[in-house]
């Protein structure tokens, strides 16, 4: 492999990285509020995708209204979904939370299935035109630059939301104690549903872009997707918002790489990751062992 062509690939992994982050952070925000490995994430990134099509193609809107309107149709299922499903189970144990969202990820897919049928979807071709970018004699794909940027962007947003507003204090204090919280006067049910409602609308965004991206949309898109963002996250280190980006763009970038050399066992890469990070640091790259008292 030339250098050129290492760039290339390295540009689409990257972006592919990137995707990969977006719907990790749904997992690792859920997981780091309440302990909740939220299976349904993954077909809220698949309602996302299925969001922006309608608007896309029947109300003809352009790309960035379409992105935000997913992004909030997104947001408001992920905060349904917390209080109808997973709210009156949050005093019980971790299992049937899990159950929970297994169940409610089948009826999602299932849902739509049968509303949309499983024949598969493409956005309008005037929503990003695919065009050719050059660097030099570095070509690149002008869709997976606009996917790269569009995620970062909503990357930094995320982390100067949870760093230096109220709300994302309350979203820190929470994850750490949620007793504890409570009794400072943090309203811990908002704060909850605040981060399904963040985490899902990065879901329905990464959905988007990732239907626009290859020209696929069915019921059953975010299956393989969520399960490889899930992978990143425990990569990076769930519960922890760096490490949901570093693993998805770890994952990403090895995953191209993989597909550059041999396609038919790129697909079985984050499989083996998982299995070797959980067998070597089972924290995760960024992830720190915790000591309890028993």
């Not at 390295?10 to 302990?35: Q, R």
């Not at 009156?88 to 990820?105: D, K, M, Q, W, Y």
């Not at 990065?202 to 988007?208: F, R």
């Not at 760096?242 to 990403?252: H, K, N, Q, R, S």
């Amino acid at each position: 492999m030339s250098l050129i062509e290492f760039l290339q690939q390295l540009i689409n992994g990257v972006s592919l990285g990137s995707v990969y982050a977006l719907i990790a952070l749904g997992y690792t925000m859920v997981y780091g509020i309440i302990g909740l490995i939220n299976f349904a994430h993954c077909d809220i990134y698949m309602v996302g995708a299925y969001i922006g099509f309608f608007v896309a193609t029947y109300a003809r809107l352009p790309f960035i209204p379409a992105l935000l309107i997913a992004m909030l149709g997104s947001a408001l299922l992920g905060v349904v979904i917390e209080r109808v499903a997973y709210k009156p189970l949050r005093r019980t144990t971790n299992i049937n939370l899990l159950i929970t969202a297994i169940g409610v990820s089948l009826l999602l897919e299932n849902g739509f299935n049968a509303m949309f049928g499983g024949n598969p979807r493409t956005y309008p071709g005037d929503i990003l035109k695919q065009q050719t970018v050059m660097f030099g004699p570095i070509r690149s794909d002008a869709l997976h630059l606009i996917i790269l940027g569009i995620s970062l962007l909503l990357l930094v947003l995320l982390n100067l939301f949870v760093n230096h507003t109220k709300m994302g204090r309350a979203m820190r204090a929470t994850s750490l104690d949620k007793d504890a919280a409570a009794l400072m006067g943090i309203n811990v049910n908002t704060t909850i549903s605040m981060t399904f409602a963040i985490g899902s609308a990065l879901a329905g965004a990464a959905g988007m872009l990732v239907a626009i991206l290859y020209s696929s949309l069915d019921p059953y898109m975010g299956m393989m997707p969520g399960i490889k963002s899930f992978v990143a996250a425990v990569l990076g280190g769930i519960g922890l918002i760096p490490g949901a980006f570093v693993g998805g763009i770890i994952l990403g970038v090895v995953e191209t790489f993989m597909a550059a050399i041999n396609s038919k066992i790129a697909g079985a890469v984050a499989f083996v990751i998982l299995i070797v990070i959980l067998i070597i640091k089972p924290t995760g790259l960024l992830g720190k062992a915790v000591k309890e008292k028993v």
